[in-house]
């Protein structure tokens, strides 16, 4: 579980970076940056990275107990 997280993380932050060179926001390498299949590869590495951490939250809430959230809106009433 905490590996998907951290795993997500990284994904994440090295879409984001990937991202900012492919479109020239961000400069230093003169492989990348204002490339744009770079910022093409960072939105997919961004997304798999946001899928691994929706997938360790789910494994998380099962594992300790709470039920997910399916967004019904029926909550418990008072």
């Given at each position: ?31 990348m ?22 997938w ?23």
């Amino acid at each position: 579980m905490w590996s998907r997280g951290i795993v997500g993380v990284v994904f994440c932050l090295v879409g984001l970076v990937w991202i900012g060179q492919g479109t020239n926001v961000l400069r230093g390498s003169k492989l990348m940056s204002g490339h744009g299949q770079y910022a093409v590869l960072g939105l997919v590495v961004l997304l798999i990275g946001l899928a691994l951490l929706v997938w360790a939250a789910r494994i998380r809430r099962r594992q300790i107990g709470e039920p997910p959230d399916l967004g019904t809106g029926s909550g418990p009433s008072l």
